[in-house]
């Protein structure tokens, strides 16, 4: 059985234009043509949509989901290789994670170096911002 582009839009929670733009992009396979022109999805594209999307949903790029795809069919040490890409990406996000929390240090104190009814041309936020480099 197959579905069209909307129906698999509905079940996959993808909107059309992102699903035409992960065939142009390969990470589904373009499908066969109906006599009208239509697209003709197997039911499987449903699957690898819901897959594509909760990769991205969990910080993937496309380039890391067509990774994941490509060791989902291969065999040997593909296991390893998709524990070391989720690793990679933990490791990622641990160091965003630090970058975002010094960030939050440094606004603090931005925010309470600002004393009420203090001119804008004193400001200690415009000040260090101009130091900065």
Request: hydrophobic share 35%.
């Amino acid at each position: 059985m197959s579905k069209t582009i909307g129906e698999i839009s509905k079940e996959s929670g993808i909107g059309v234009e992102t699903i035409r733009f992960y065939e142009r992009e390969g990470l589904i396979p373009k499908p066969p043509r109906r006599s009208s022109g239509y697209r003709s999805f197997p039911v499987e594209t449903v699957r690898r949509l819901r897959f594509i999307r909760r990769a991205r949903e969990h910080g993937f790029t496309l380039g890391e989901i067509r990774q994941l795809l490509e060791l989902r069919v291969k065999t040997g040490d593909s296991l390893d290789d998709m524990k070391g890409m989720v690793q990679d990406k933990l490791d990622n996000v641990r160091s965003r994670i630090d970058e975002l929390n010094r960030l939050v240090s440094v606004l603090e104190e931005l925010a309470a170096a600002v004393k009420k009814k203090q001119p804008t041309n004193d400001c200690p936020i415009l000040e260090a911002f101009d130091g900065l480099d």
